[in-house]
T-cell receptor, first 114, second 110 residues
Framework: GAVVSQHPSWVICKSGTSVKIECRSL??????MFWYRQFPKQSLMLMAT?????????EQGVEKDKFLINHASLTLSTLTVTSAHPEDSSFYIC??????????FGPGTRLTVT | KNEVEQSPQNLTAQEGEFITINCSYS?????LHWLQQHPGGGIVSLFM???GKKKHGRLIATINIQEKHSSLHITASHPRDSAVYIC????????????FGGGTRVLVKP
């Protein structure tokens, strides 16, 4: 149980375009979903927390207009990187929580912006 | 000083050896996670625990709430256990947001 999927697992896009990453909880309803970013050889950094039906709460330094998060249902959250730049290239990981306490991690999405 | 500290940073073992990774934290937590990240980047949730001990296959995780310390043990290690192991503490004062340790890079040689 407690499986979280992400799609796509990797994506390459051109600078200036937008890319959407999906995070799904497959066998439970996630009241809260978290989005993390990981740069090479660094630890995960929380970008934002989203609750179903509410606006996401972004961490300090994360541009909410650049990283659009939608948590429209209890099993799906999406992260859209708008007007992507090479410095946005990173590994994006989501986690989902049925209660807000425990978190179950997705496998991650590797984004490369050329 | 980080709120969550892991040791060692790197560990090399021979196949079959017993491996221990340590995680210490300095604040009140609601749970502690152990994650595994393979070279390709994918993250696997290994354990989430708030007390005592959990076992899954050759992996054992323990936590001592009073001492603010958790350990991840790998018994009979195998080359496929080579990965980065990360502990992450759900910080009560931060609404259970996770604070991550720096990771332990494990290499198991055949």
């Amino acid at each position: 149980g407690a499986v979280v999927s992400q799609h796509p697992s990797w994506v390459i896009c051109k600078s200036g375009t937008s890319v959407k990453i999906e995070c799904r909880s497959l066998d439970f309803q996630a009241t809260t979903m978290f989005w993390y970013r990981q740069f090479p050889k660094q630890s995960l950094m929380l970008m934002a927390t989203s609750n179903e039906g509410s606006k996401a709460t972004y961490e300090q330094g994360v541009e909410k207009d650049k990283f659009l998060i939608n948590h429209a249902s209890l099993t799906l959250s999406t992260l859209t990187v708008t007007s992507a730049h090479p410095e946005d290239s990173s590994f994006y990981i989501c986690s989902a929580s049925p209660t807000g306490a425990e978190q179950y991690f997705g496998p991650g999405t590797r984004l490369t912006v050329t | 000083k980080n709120e969550v500290e892991q040791s060692p940073q790197n560990l090399t073992a021979q196949e079959g050896e017993f491996i221990t990774i340590n995680c210490s934290y300095s604040v009140g937590i609601s749970a502690l996670h152990w994650l595994q990240q393979h070279p390709g980047g994918g993250i696997v949730s290994l354990f989430m625990l708030s007390s005592g001990k959990k076992k899954h296959g050759r992996l054992i995780a323990t936590i001592n709430i009073q001492e603010k310390h958790s350990s991840l043990h790998i018994t009979a290690s195998h080359p496929r256990d080579s990965a980065v192991y990360i502990c992450a503490a759900a910080i009560k004062a931060a609404g259970n947001k996770l604070t991550f340790g720096g990771g332990t890079r494990v290499l198991v040689k055949p």
